[in-house]
T-cell receptor, first 111, second 110 residues
């Protein structure tokens, strides 16, 4: 079965600083990859998904971007963080027909 | 796009009672409906799923039912235990992504 690696687990960043969160997947090839954000006590908001290298679909317009430089690597970035970017960021990978699993997440606090 | 509504937002039951969480979806093309359990500070974990060609699926104390005509599906937990306390999310698959409900916070009191 696949394993989803996310790092770092927690991150504290000042407003206006850049961001780079990385997600890598093992044990599968050509997965669909997803970035979700979860604000405290809230639901899962889909930010980006990718069906292949270099292919990114954005669900929510904002100051975040995503890239997929390799088949099993998905990166979430920002040039300048806002306070509202704080939250729990989850990477997910689809294995098999529709089955989706989540990484352990990165808890981002923007101060 | 797909819109998934989930109710209730909070649910409190006594240990041993049953809990039911209901979801509706809008896209008749949706064909896969998973349920996730998220404990505090942890990632969502898949607990059960159902596909559109099945009306009901059971796994020990957990069951899910699907009514395609009415576009709703439900999670049933029987003989609840304190460790069932968590936030539960339903989802419906449409296109390339899962669309999630807003979650139900379940509290099981001893």
């Amino acid at each position: 079965s696949q394993t989803i690696h996310q790092w770092p687990a927690t991150l504290v960043q000042p407003v206006g600083s850049p961001l780079s969160l990385e997600c890598t997947v093992e044990g599968t090839s050509n997965p669909n990859l997803y970035w979700y954000r979860q604000a405290a006590g809230r639901g899962l908001q889909l930010l980006f998904y990718s069906v292949g290298i270099g292919q990114i679909s954005s669900e929510v317009p904002q100051n975040l971007s995503a890239s997929r430089p390799q088949d099993r690597q998905f990166i979430l970035s920002s040039k300048k963080l806002l306070l509202s970017d704080s939250g729990f960021y989850l990477c997910a990978s689809r294995q098999g027909p529709n089955i989706q699993y989540f990484g352990a997440g990165t808890r981002l606090s923007v101060l | 796009g797909e819109n998934v509504e989930q109710h209730p937002s909070t649910l409190s039951v006594q240990e041993g009672d049953s809990a039911v969480i209901k979801c509706t979806y809008s896209d008749s093309a949706s064909n896969y409906f998973p349920w996730y359990k998220q404990e505090l500070g942890k990632r969502p974990q898949l607990i059960i799923d159902i596909r559109s060609n099945v009306g009901e699926k059971k796994d020990q104390r957990i069951a899910v039912t699907l009514n395609k005509t009415a576009k709703h599906f439900s999670l049933h937990i029987t003989e609840t235990q304190p460790e069932d306390s968590a936030v539960y999310f339903c989802a419906a698959h449409s296109g390339y992504a899962l669309n999630f409900g807003k979650g139900t916070s379940l509290l099981v009191t001893p």
